[in-house]
């Protein structure tokens, strides 16, 4: 029988984490589970940064951004040793089982522990929507909102003075937040990790643009894949349009999240419990056509990466 359940966040932090936190909270409560909020990630459940959860530790928080629990990055996560000591110190303070939301390398780390005898389930909760297995994952839908609101005003800017705004959204290597905000504010060129990069053929584009009788345009490019600044640069010198750059950066990560993000986060936290009390763990929650679905860490960490080519086909028709 589980007696009491462990809840962390892990890896950067993303708006929506409070609800799946409050929803994990209630859910075991409400089954007569036990549960302790574990402080700042892997780093604390190694430490021992445990607090006994009631349904008020979790009150007015749906709605902010960020996570209660604290967040942090514990890369040594993967030796033995700290494996070890981890499951150690859960189990000295009689946490049976354990919901971990974040990226692919918290999923990791709840794979680790489950096989070390503790049953972990992972929820997906980064911006960046680069977790298989899920269509969404819980915080890419406010910041999507956070992006397409600050591009419509960089849009308006842009139009005033013959300009080309060339904006660095985050994604750590997944086009995703790129694609859906090119397309929701009607972006002329993207660049991504799926477009690729190619300086001359942007700014031969510009110039076609321009030709046409454009009078602004939008670059929208994810981040790690050129230098935006440069780019601006290049865009200034070659073409007729004076280019900006603008670095997005973490403004995306905070903010309250968007009712979609809090329902989403609210059904992933709540079939992870629900998981657990069936003694099942090494699985991460996703959702599928709208249906909450699971499936083992192992093959949702090693899956290629599900196609986007509809996505680019119908940005390249809409321009
Ligand atoms: O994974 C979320 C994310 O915001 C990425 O989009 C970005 O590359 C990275 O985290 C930034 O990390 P940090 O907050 O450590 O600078």
Redesign the pocket.
Known sequence: MLKKIGVLTS??D?PGMNAAIRAVTRTALAKGIEVVGIRDGFKGLVEGWYEPFNRHSVSETISKGGTILGSA?LPEFVKEEVIQKGVDKLRENGIDALVVIG?DGSYKGANALTKHGINCIGLPG???N?IEGTDFTIGFDTALNTIVECVDKLRDTSNSHHRCSVVEV???RCGD?AIYSGISCGAEILITPETGYDEEEVLEKLRYLENQGKKHAIVIVS??VCDVKDLADKVSKATGFAGRATILG?I??GGSPTPSDRVLASRMGSKAVELLVQGIGGQCVGIKNNEIVYMPIEECVNMPRSSRKAFYRLFNTLV
Do not use: V, Y
């Open positions: 890896g950067g993303s990055r990226g980064t911006i960046d680069d985050m994604g750590n937040l981040e790690k973490h995306q990560r």
